[in-house]
T-cell receptor
Framework: ETGVTQTPRHLVMGMTNKKSLKCEQH?????MYWYKQSAKKPLELMFV???????ENNSVPSRFSPECPNSSHLFLHLHTLQPEDSALYLC??????????????FGPGTRLTVL | DQQVKQNSPSLSVQEGRISILNCDYT??????FLWYKKYPAEGPTFLIS?????DKNEDGRFTVFLNKSAKHLSLHIVPSQPGDSAVYFC??????????????FGQGTILTVHP
């Protein structure tokens, strides 16, 4: 496997469910990101991890809980979501999250639908 | 407040002609700019970038121009090919402060290249 992979690619869940999105990068990068893309809106940065430490939480509701056990893996745990949380969730990685690692490489995304 | 704007939601071009995609920004702290391309059901793919100390960067059929005084950048694709049909996102990197390294994205322009 190369690049950035995300599973599942599609997820439908009810508002009371608990689910997790997984991201894995095979690029040897040290920074990983979660983005949300809603219809007709720009990509919104949610979380940044640099060397496994969370360096940014962009005012994301607590029903979204990220986890980064190592530099290659990133999870987004979902709990009691709302229908307006339905969106494409994209994971990205870069060499680091500071100036030297500007170019981010994206996974294919998880299309989430909350019923 | 949207700091990176792509004012044209869509662009239609004939194969072989030039495609010009535009992007405007408001934050003077941006120091690096990137263009991404996104096909349906895939994540954004890095295309080309430019540092704020340059005004042009060329890579094959793709050229990015930066006009710092106007806070404007553009992506030129020549000649355009049907396979270039995708959504193009412009992104800008913060050079300092607590948002150092963070990318801010525009809302995207849908390019359609007709055979």
């Amino acid at each position: 496997e190369t690049g950035v992979t995300q599973t599942p690619r599609h997820l439908v869940m009810g508002m009371t469910n608990k689910k997790s999105l997984k991201c894995e990068q095979h690029l040897g990068h040290n920074a990983m990101y979660w983005y949300k893309q809603s219809a007709k809106k720009p990509l919104e940065l949610m979380f940044v991890y640099n060397f496994k430490e969370q360096t940014e939480n962009n005012s994301v509701p607590s029903r979204f809980s990220p986890e980064c056990p190592n530099s290659s893996h990133l999870f987004l745990h979902l709990h009691t979501l709302q229908p307006e949380d339905s969106a494409l969730y994209l994971c990205a990685s870069s060499p680091d999250s500071s100036g030297g690692g500007a170019t981010q490489y994206f996974g294919p995304g998880t299309r989430l639908t909350v019923l | 407040d949207q700091q990176v704007k792509q004012n044209s939601p869509s662009l239609s071009v004939q194969e072989g002609r030039i495609s010009i995609l535009n992007c405007d920004y408001t934050n003077s702290m941006f120091d690096y700019f990137l263009w991404y391309k996104k096909y349906p059901a895939e994540g954004p793919t890095f295309l080309i970038s430019i540092s704020s100390i340059k005004d042009k960067n060329e890579d094959g059929r793709f050229t990015v121009f930066l006009n710092k005084s106007a806070k404007h950048l553009s992506l030129h694709i020549v000649p355009s090919q049907p396979g270039d049909s995708a959504v193009y996102f412009c992104a800008a990197r913060n050079a300092g402060g607590t948002s150092y390294g963070k990318l801010t994205f525009g809302q995207g322009t849908i390019l359609t290249v007709h055979p």
